[in-house]
């Protein structure tokens, strides 16, 4: 299924699951010669990432309450479908590739998951993950390509339209498009350009807007954990058809992880820090008068390799 959702489907998500997320901040930054730059915060999300706003849309619009979740994730969304199990008193089980971070895993099973460690990339866990989530009772949930993902993600827009009603541009990283494509279709005819960032390494909507459909990437880097996706997913790329798309350099979100630790004492992990690295390393450079957010999207990472 491809359809993007509509903005009355955002708005819908975003009062089911106004109960169960957090409504995270938006702090003004003095960064650039008089440019108003924001940073939404959703690393203070539950889970530390923005996943958690498509598993609640997800599980909530479940036409009978499910026995058990499953998940693939590289970690993030894993950690939030295990959050929402919890939280719901869901049984979960998350598959991961041997390369997700100890953090992470570690994480996983602090919030009770059963955790299946296959593969080297997301795609082979997603692949091992099917029979269990064929399984009669079973709900899955898949990290970016469906369309309750794609609908609750978008929900971070809303809020930043109500928090920056004059809002301009949005940066946001891309991994396989559900928080970016979201964040588009939320802004889908308005004034508000959506810029979406993504390392070289991991150049899924860049290759496909190149190529006019999605195609498969081999992902690599400093973020492949976060936005490490094969192939960017059918409705992300149908949202970001029109956004700017820029790239850049592992050593930039590297940079801009570190830049954030120091300036304003986030601790990002490198997926959260790639949409600032746009704006420090000069691969989306805003007008002086233009209002900026950039989403800070996740925080699953150790400070000691910081």
Known sequence: ???VPSRDDIARAAVAIAPHVRRTPVVEIGY???????????LLQHAGSFKPRGAFTTVLAAPARPERLVAASGGNHGLAVAHVGRSLG???????PVSAPVVKVDGLRALGAQVHLVGATFAEAYAASLDVAGA??????????????VTGQGT???????????LDTVVVAVGGGGLAGGVAAWFAGTSTRVVAVEPTGC????????AGAPVDVAPSGVAADSLGASRIGAIGFAALRDATSVLVDGADVVEARRWLWRE?????EPGGAAAMAALLSGAYVPAPDERVAVVVCGGNSDPADL
């Open 90 to 96: 869901i049984p979960a089980e998350i598959f991961v």
């Open 1 to 3: 299924m491809t359809a």
């Open 264 to 268: 304003t004492r986030l601790l990002a």
């Open 32 to 42: 650039g010669a008089g440019s108003r730059t924001h940073l939404k915060l959703e």
């Open 203 to 210: 150049p899924t909507l860049h290759e496909a807007l190149a």
């Open 156 to 166: 971070l827009a809303v809020e930043l339209e109500q928090d920056l009603p004059d």
């Open 136 to 149: 009669p009772g079973s709900l899955a949930l898949h990290a970016y390509d469906a369309p309750g993902t």
